[in-house]
């Protein structure tokens, strides 16, 4: 009872500090850093003459990222996705589309980087618990660069221009693929001992 009472007390989300509007304008490594953001409920209709990779701006996931095409309306893309949820009120984000060799999630504590795991392999999923040391210490050095909360989970990205921050996420919501769950609860668990 009490454990899971200190579990709980780790559970929150703040929809500012995870938008990426709003770290998009700190001085971060971000994979998507030139990108630029639009109201959808004010862009529905909206096409491009070239394809962009478009996601929410916050970590709700309202609808799954991915390449809008050219001549494709932002509401078109939205409605094909599988996971759909009430987006009018979101901002999309677009940024150009990235050449991105495998990507990575980290579980952060207390700015310590506690567990890993990489998720994709180019453009297909493949969660694997082994992560290289050089992106294991991109991933501690990155930790230290933002907190949106004691507890959090940074993805990063291994591109041809070096390794990136994809985005960061509310750990309470995000997939935990390979890494090491017990790691995750028990640490989690002793900084709630006070």
Known sequence: EIFF??????????????DQAYYNQLDLPLLNKEAFFLSIEHNKNKTFDKPYFLKPSKDLKTFIPGILTPGQSIQEFIENSQHLKDYDHELALLSEVKDIVKEYRFFIVDKKVITGSQYKNGDKVEHHHYIPNSIMDIAKSYAQLYQPHDIFTM???E????????????????????????????TINEIKKN
């Not at 009472?5 to 995870?18: M, N, P, T």
Request: net charge negative; hydrophobic share 40%; proline share 2%.
């Open 155 to 157: 993805d990063l990205a």
């Open 159 to 186: 591109t041809p221009e070096g390794v990136k921050i994809v985005e960061y996420n509310c750990w309470n919501a995000s997939g935990f693929y390979e890494s090491n769950i017990n790691k995750i609860i028990n």
């Open 5 to 18: 009472q200190k579990l709980k007390s780790a559970i929150f989300y703040d929809s500012e500090l995870f």
